[in-house]
């Protein structure tokens, strides 16, 4: 997995947590402006939230494991993605480890899923994640699911990191629709 400089750090630290509570084993790049972004909107230090993940490379490593199509992964899930990182990868000129890896995920026909961290977008950055989806990659905005109820910013973080990990084929915990929500909801007059 990825952590880049956008907004939302938070999204890529649980799912560090929630890749140990699956049993899934994870690597993890962070860009240089994903660590600066930890600095400010987290208490934790970047060796901090490195020590969550199993492996850590350097973002300059393209020597790494996850560089090469020949390394087996499940996916990768880059939390949250900057425009930046999505437009490397959307053109395949990678600067990094972590887009050399997304893009041989791409490549390898492997799930590569984006948090993307931008609002408004304009024109360019939709034919930018058009062209990313055309190419087989999933683009998740953390949008938050209020059918939950969410009674904190953790848990908007929950149900997204939730939502990657269904993408992966994992379960973890969480609130779904038509599941425990739907349980318990009277059905009012005309209902069916």
């Known amino acids: 997995m990825g952590i880049t400089g956008a907004s939302g750090v938070a999204y890529g630290i649980r799912l560090l947590e929630a890749l140990k509570e699956v049993g899934a084993e994870s690597h993890l790049a962070i860009t240089k402006p994903g660590e600066m972004t930890i600095g400010y909107e987290t208490r934790f230090a970047t060796k901090d939230v490195a020590a969550k993940a199993d492996y850590v490379y ?10 090469s199509g020949s390394f087996k992964t499940d996916g990768m899930i880059v939390a949250p993605c900057s425009v930046r990182t999505w437009s490397e990868i959307a053109t395949g000129v990678t600067t990094n480890l972590l887009t050399r890896a997304a893009d041989v995920t791409l490549k390898e026909r ?6 993307v961290r931008e609002a408004p977008l304009h024109l360019g950055h939709l034919r930018a994640l058009t062209q990313l989806a ?9 949008v938050p699911a209020f059918y939950t109820e969410p ?12 939502r990657m990990l269904d993408l992966l084929g994992y379960t ?6 038509g599941e425990d929500l739907a349980k318990g909801r009277r059905r009012g007059k005309g209902e069916a």
């Open 151 to 162: 009674q904190t910013i953790s848990d908007h973080v929950d149900q997204m990191v939730g």
């Open 58 to 67: 350097g973002i300059g490593d393209i020597a790494a494991p996850i560089a």
């Open 110 to 115: 492997r799930p590569l899923i984006l948090v």
């Open 134 to 142: 055309e190419m087989g990659a999933i683009i998740l905005p953390p």
């Open 172 to 177: 973890w915990p969480m609130k779904r629709w």
